[in-house]
T-cell receptor, first 113, second 114 residues
């Protein structure tokens, strides 16, 4: 079945550092890919998404490119801020999952000033 | 516009006691989801409603869990009796009807079973 694997956390960086959180997926179809963010004490929020190969999703300075050849959707940001500290989840949905979200385990990001 | 509302935010009970969680989705959202999220893991779908109909409850442990959405708006998730392993965060989400629409999540209810 479909699955999502993301790098284990926590990831600890200094402010203004470059961020990469790796995400790879297994799917039999052509999934849509998502990054959700969960700030402390808040609900999950959609950060960005991409629906087909080579699409780039972007929001709040974060970017991720749908790479079908490597089955990846890595999250990047050029200069992180303390306010980016949160848990980040990679997810997919496709026909095989009846368009239900299949989630990675989440990666906790800690940004130190 | 108000987001998805859940209550209570926190609940502590002793094992074998019943517990209920309430969710009010975003106005106009016909699809409602209940998820369970264990620490350090992604959410796991428990049940999905389209209006008042449960269209996917295959992951709901029906021996102790039940859910209802009688008027197709608010929903209640119940556990009776609760077990130690039920300690988790219970998330509610809603979306517009149709497949592959963005889900909007509530803040969750953190349940601790002692």
């Amino acid at each position: 079945g479909d699955s999502v694997t993301q790098m284990e956390g926590p990831v600890t960086l200094s402010e203004e550092a470059f961020l990469t959180i790796n995400c790879t997926y297994t799917a039999t179809g052509y999934p849509s890919l998502f990054w959700y963010v969960q700030y402390p004490g808040e609900g999950l929020q959609l950060l960005l998404k991409a629906t087909k190969a080579d699409d780039k999703g972007s929001n709040k300075g974060f970017e991720a490119t749908y790479r079908k050849e490597t089955t990846s959707f890595h999250l990047e940001k050029g200069s992180v801020q303390v306010s980016d500290s949160a848990v980040y989840f990679c997810a997919l949905s496709d026909l095989n999952s009846n368009y239900q979200l299949i989630w990675g385990a989440g990666t906790k990001l800690i940004i130190k000033p | 516009e108000a987001g998805v509302v859940q209550s209570p935010r926190y609940k502590i009970i002793e094992k074998k006691q019943p517990v209920a969680f309430w969710c009010n989705p975003i106005s106009g959202h016909n699809t409602l989801y209940w998820y369970l999220q264990n620490l350090g893991q992604g959410p796991e779908l428990l049940i999905r409603y389209e209006n008042e109909e449960a269209v996917d409850d295959s992951q709901l442990p029906k021996d102790r869990f039940s859910a209802e959405r009688l008027k197709g708006v608010d929903s209640t998730l119940k556990i009776q009796p609760a077990e130690l392993g039920d300690s988790a965060v219970y998330l509610c989400a809603s979306s517009s009807s149709g497949l592959n629409n963005e889900q909007f999540f509530g803040p969750g209810t953190r349940l601790t079973v002692l």
